[in-house]
């Protein structure tokens, strides 16, 4: 895939020098990097970091100069799309809801370890165009500083297409970011991670609309439970239950147990399995090995 030619703007400073750096010196050096970059699109999730860099981008920019836009697919939850349009609208700006039809794409139905590549590959091209059809200078998204260490594919589709990583710039982390977000009452200050249903998916396992709808109406039930931070991962025929270890007992104590079994086979899996590891953020990635990782970063 060629690089694109779009205007990637130079900010003089714009990645900070590695040390210790407080939290006001990481919110200055934002505010530095956004003022560099023009009028912008932020690639918008309604997830925790997306969130804030478009009311950072907002405070610094001005809404005038700011474009949200979220691709919608059905690897987006419902729920997730109407947490980010209320945050929005919290924010003062409008959002531009793009359709992305990754799941015709044969590189992302796979569902091999570059997947997250394929599916940002298709969000940041739509933007990348929509940023030059409506004079904004650059598309930025919400990676953080964190993603540096994680196994996050999607990155290198950021550098193919010119996207910028402001939070990662000025090396603020998932905690700062939270912390930031409570400071100015943000409502995903305190929510927890909700990255694509297609992450549910185990790899090797074709991503397909079914299966993302059967993994969004399993976590919709969970949630009605009064769950608040797990996973419903897809193996087929199985859905394996990952929660934190103090809600272990609650999801297998009755009535709840035959409630969830019930609600989860009337979704088309045979078999419901509760993880005893408990919820861990990535936990497919688990099954990768670090050549894998090594090969799709």
Do not use: W
């Not at 079914?210 to 969970?222: N, S």
């Not at 859905?239 to 409630?259: K, L």
């Amino acid at each position: 895939m060629e690089e694109h030619s779009f205007r990637k703007a130079e900010v003089e400073g714009s990645t900070p020098s590695i040390g210790c750096m407080s939290l006001n010196e990481k919110y200055d050096s934002l505010r530095q990097i956004l003022k560099g970059l023009g009028r912008v699109v932020v690639a918008y999730s309604g997830g925790v970091d997306s969130t804030y860099l478009l009311k950072a981008a907002v405070d610094t920019l001005g809404a005038e100069n700011v474009l949200a836009c979220i691709g919608v697919s059905a690897s987006l939850a419902q729920s997730q799309y109407d947490r980010a349009i209320e945050s929005a609208k919290i924010i003062g700006v409008k959002v531009l809801e793009t359709q992305v039809d990754e799941v015709e794409d044969n590189n992302y139905a796979a569902n091999k370890a570059d997947r997250c590549f394929h599916c940002k590959s298709h969000l940041y091209g739509l933007l990348v165009n929509i940023a030059k059809e409506k004079g904004y200078d650059c598309v930025v998204c919400g990676s953080n500083f964190d993603d540096k260490d994680d196994f996050r594919p999607g990155n290198r589709a950021a550098q193919v297409f010119g996207v910028h990583c402001p939070l990662m710039d000025a090396q603020l982390t998932k905690p700062d970011i939270r912390e930031l977000s409570r400071q100015v009452d943000l409502p995903t200050a305190d929510m927890p991670a909700s990255p694509c249903l297609a992450s549910r998916v185990v790899y090797g396992l074709e991503v397909t609309e079914q299966r993302l709808k059967q993994v969004e109406e399993a976590e919709d039930f969970l949630r009605s439970l009064g769950l608040v931070e797990f996973r419903v991962r897809h193996h087929d025929t199985v859905a394996r239950i990952e929660v934190n270890p103090q809600d272990i007992e609650q999801v297998v104590a009755e009535p709840v147990r035959s409630q969830i079994v019930e609600k989860l086979k009337s979704l088309g899996f045979k078999f419901v399995t509760v993880d005893l590891q408990g919820f861990r953020s990535g936990a497919l990635n688990e099954s990768l090995s670090a050549e894998e990782k090594r090969k799709n970063l």
